[in-house]
């Protein structure tokens, strides 16, 4: 599972921002399920962030969030993305891919 999570942070605060986000990494690197994660300022837009990191699965990611340290560390941090959706799937050759719907049996 792949999660992109992109920041709007004003060039006067993006060094700061880069340290927070590092630490964010960091702090989510130590939870069960991590796989790897980048962060990435735009090329053409330096007001543009963006911290992309690979889950396991949705379950260790969420999982992840919830834990005390992610709560202290990154979530704060975080909360700052921009409003759009952050989770995505891995698309590969003949994978069936997720349907749009209720995620309950009930």
Request: proline share 7%; net charge negative; hydrophobic share 40%.
């Amino acid at each position: 599972m792949l999660v992109v999570n992109r920041f709007r942070v004003p060039a006067a605060e993006g060094a700061d921002f880069r340290d927070g986000l590092e630490l964010a990494r960091a702090t989510l690197a130590e939870r069960p399920g991590y796989r790897s994660g980048q962060i990435g300022r735009n090329l053409d837009d330096p007001e543009l962030w963006v911290l992309t990191t690979t889950w396991e699965h949705v379950g260790a990611y969420r999982r992840a969030l919830s834990s005390y340290e992610v709560k202290l560390h990154a979530v704060p941090l975080l909360s700052r993305a921009l409003d759009e959706p952050s989770a995505y799937e891995p698309v590969e050759p003949g994978t069936d891919l997720n349907t749009a719907g209720a995620r309950s049996l009930g």
